[in-house]
């Protein structure tokens, strides 16, 4: 039999105020909610060095008992393995459209987010670079952020996206955002009555977009020309994440991130 | 009346009319939705290709990939998602992301990465289209770039390591197999009985797979498991490829096709018995 959840299970992510990315801090947060949704209890642990402790080498990762998982969908099997899961109650045709859209997510909006931290001259000089290293002394900082930079640039140059405008992203996000809009239409969630990891994930980035203050509020002002997604945000943070005393991470988050990020 | 447009793309072999999942892709929608393409495959003759395939000319213009190329042919009014909901158009996004981000390094790891499919199959078969002496050097580097895809995307940490993925993606690729064939049950086409964007891309990618005669061929096995797929692909190819190309009268080309259908559905019959003895 599995063990239960134990009382100690934390996630990790980078420091919260000062380093942590758009989309890191929108990956996290979708794990985050989709904890929450399952009623599992869960402690946000901050460290710089996130990144190089987890086994994939992504955040956020989750420490449960003796194990370590990454990434969404690893946590999401691994909490289906100790008996907990949202999307049980779906018949296979529903299962196929979750999956298709939260690669959907990923394809589009985690790609654009990664675009625009890492390959817009502008953001990353004013807010990528000095956040990402911010807790390495000179020239540590500086070193780690080129490393990461260059990672994330040959990334996108294989999958295509590196001949990309701005414009062109954020077209590709509004087409996202679109898609997203017309599958919810007017229901609380994406199936209806009860939350999915899909709704856990576009939570996490939808919420994340709209608080978070860059350089300028394009990709923001794309979400919001949605109504039924900025309300859908709204309900799931009302719902899971307030009413919480402490570490009640996405108001935290929220507040912090409304104070701009610009140094 | 629209200008002519011209497709220059890869060939076709194993009874499909290309071998290359976007060109496919790109040749299905045109079928599907009427628009008048004059195909041209890149042989020996053909100057060498430079940049991406597949690429459609229109007069001056120049479009160079399946997304952007669907885009401008539904601007000219070669729409074959007329009669889909807002809700279905939502879906055929999601579900090309699935296909792009579960199917598609597997197929490149087969086509491409896997040493033995690559060696006796793939190199040769382009290299035999591609004019001296790039034919030395634009496979390797076909086979290079997708490797660095699948790395990139789906790798850990660097250093990167291959071995570690490989099982990971067939797996994914074996799981969207299975959502495909669940999501489209016994129906025709993917929303009903006239085909769409979604069709097109699924065919674009599964066609390949389930074709193409490769010594190492899990993830062939695995697609001929799925019979509605399988059903799937040769409906089209016999329904909107009948009349293709290369210098085989159509009904030549009926007979050869009827044939191959019999004989792949004969094959099927066999491998079932033989699993379930």
Redesign the interface.
């Known amino acids: 039999a599995a063990e239960p959840w134990p009382e100690n299970a934390a996630l990790y992510q980078q420091l919260k105020e000062e380093q942590i990315l758009l989309s890191d801090n929108a990956s996290s947060l979708a794990v985050q909610a989709f904890l929450q949704m399952c009623n599992l209890p869960i402690q946000v642990v901050c460290r710089a060095n996130a990144e190089y402790m987890s086994?994939?080498?992504k955040v956020p990762f989750i420490h449960v008992g003796n194990q370590v998982v990454s990434e969404l969908g690893p946590i999401v099997q691994f909490v289906k393995a100790k008996g907990h899961s949202l999307s049980d109650g779906l018949d296979?045709?529903q299962?196929?459209?979750m999956?298709?859209?939260m690669?959907?997510v990923?394809?589009?909006l985690l790609t654009a987010e990664l675009y625009l931290q890492w390959c817009d001259d502008v953001t990353v000089e004013e807010i990528t670079h000095p956040r990402y290293g911010s807790p390495y002394p000179w020239p540590l900082n500086r070193i780690l952020s080129y490393q990461k930079q260059w990672?994330v640039r040959?990334?996108m140059k294989?999958?295509?996206w590196a001949g990309k405008t701005l414009e062109q992203v954020l077209e590709d996000v509004d087409?996202?955002c679109?898609?997203?809009s017309?599958?919810l239409?007017t229901q609380p969630y994406f199936f209806n009555k009860q939350p999915t990891e899909l709704d856990a994930l576009v939570f996490g980035h939808l919420f994340t977009i709209l608080t978070t203050q860059l350089t300028t509020d394009e990709l923001s002002e794309k979400v919001k020309n949605y109504s039924n997604l900025t309300a859908f945000c709204r309900r799931i943070e009302q719902q899971y994440f307030e009413g919480h005393d402490k570490d009640s991470s996405a108001t935290v988050a929220a507040r912090s991130a409304k104070r701009s990020l610009l140094r | 009346m629209a200008a002519p447009m011209e497709l220059s793309c890869w060939g076709g072999d194993w009874g499909l009319p290309s071998l290359h999942p976007e060109s496919l892709t790109v040749m299905a929608y045109a079928k599907f939705s009427g628009a008048p393409l004059a195909v041209n495959t890149i042989s020996n003759s053909w100057r060498a290709p430079k940049g991406d395939v597949p690429v459609l000319i229109s007069e001056d213009i120049v479009i160079s990939q399946p997304a952007k190329i669907l885009n401008f042919l539904r601007k000219q009014k070669y729409n074959a998602d007329y009669e889909l909901s807002a809700k279905q158009g939502a879906d055929t996004l999601a579900y090309i992301a699935l296909l792009e981000e579960k199917l598609l390094p597997a197929l490149l790891h087969t086509f491409w990465v896997e040493s033995e499919n690559y060696c006796s199959v793939t190199k040769p078969w382009f290299a035999s289209r591609i004019p001296f002496p790039l034919s030395l050097y634009l496979p390797g580097k076909m086979s290079r770039e997708a490797l660095n895809r699948i790395l990139l995307t789906r790798g850990g940490p660097p250093p990167y390591s291959l071995i570690e993925v490989e099982a990971q993606i067939y797996r994914d690729a074996k799981e969207c197999l299975n959502l495909l064939s669940k999501r489209l049950g016994t129906s025709q086409f993917f929303f009903g009985h006239t085909p769409t964007t979604l069709d097109a891309f699924v065919f674009g990618f599964l066609a390949p797979i389930y074709k193409v005669c490769f010594p190492r061929v899990q993830l062939q096995e695995h697609l001929k498991q799925l019979p509605n797929l399988c059903r799937f692909c040769d409906d089209i190819l016999t329904c909107y490829f009948r009349l293709t190309v290369s210098g085989h009268s159509p009904a030549g080309q009926d007979t050869a096709d009827a044939n191959l259908q019999k004989l792949t559905q004969l094959v099927n019959k066999e491998s079932n018995l033989i699993e379930k003895v």
Do not use: D
Request: proline share 3%.
């Open positions: 086994p994939s080498g296979e045709v299962k196929a459209e999956k298709a859209y690669e959907l990923n394809n589009m990672e040959r990334k294989a999958i295509g087409q996202c679109q898609a997203l017309q599958r239409g």
